[in-house]
């Protein structure tokens, strides 16, 4: 964490650096892109998720009792943004393979990099849930920040935000409008370019995971 940007959190190890490099190469084809993204988000989920509370337990092994622990984790809650977002879900369930999942859909339109909304639904009380939302690019910021906004309006008291590339722009933007809401990048990238796009970046997420280029 840097102090300028008290919100974020930058997970750095070997793996994920190699991994994101590939998932920049131009040359990483759809199917590798997918596999990638999911990886990253496993490994990442591990570092996200180190701070969740444990309970106590009673376990027996095959020579005495001892004290075990389980996750208190039955109300954490996986939301994706549409779309890209969705190439994160498996990843992170594979740790945690009870969490609920919400969508939310939002689209970034082209010319004003304004986010639209189209889609949302989450389990119930969301007051009671601990959310961790996905979504490999933060970029202006702006879709991550309507996707807590809309949270926040069901009653979302716990939220951080998992994302594989950020830009500085887009950490700002959400340690302005949502300081209570940890962020959690694989990469802090260089900046953002007159489109919006992320640099140095990886390109349109969505696009390389779904095939739609
Ligand atoms: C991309 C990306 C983020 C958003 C980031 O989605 O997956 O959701 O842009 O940009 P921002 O930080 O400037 O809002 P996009 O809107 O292209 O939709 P998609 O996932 O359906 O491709
Ligand atoms: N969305 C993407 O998918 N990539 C970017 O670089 C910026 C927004």
Known sequence: MSSELPNLTIIDHPLLRHKVSLLRDVSTEKKEFMELVDE???????EVTADL??????????????RGY?????KLTLIPILRAGLGMVEGVMRLLPTMRVGHIGLQREHETLQPVDYYFKIP??????????T???????????????????????????????AAPEGVRKLLHDHPDVPVFTASLDREL?????????LGDAGDRLF???
């Open 40 to 46: 990253i988000a496993m490994l990442m989920a591990y």
């Open 124 to 133: 119930p009380h969301a007051q009671e849930r601990q959310f961790i939302v």
């Open 70 to 74: 389980r996750v208190r984790g039955r």
């Open 211 to 213: 095939g739609t280029l």
């Open 53 to 66: 509370e444990t309970e106590e337990y009673e376990v027996e092994t095959p020579l005495e009792y001892t």
């Open 135 to 165: 979504d490999p690019m933060l970029a202006t910021g702006g879709s991550a920040s309507a996707a807590i906004a809309f949270l926040k309006n069901s009653g979302a008291l716990s939220i951080r935000l998992m994302c594989i590339v």
């Open 193 to 201: 370019n007159e489109h919006g796009y992320i640099l140095p970046g």
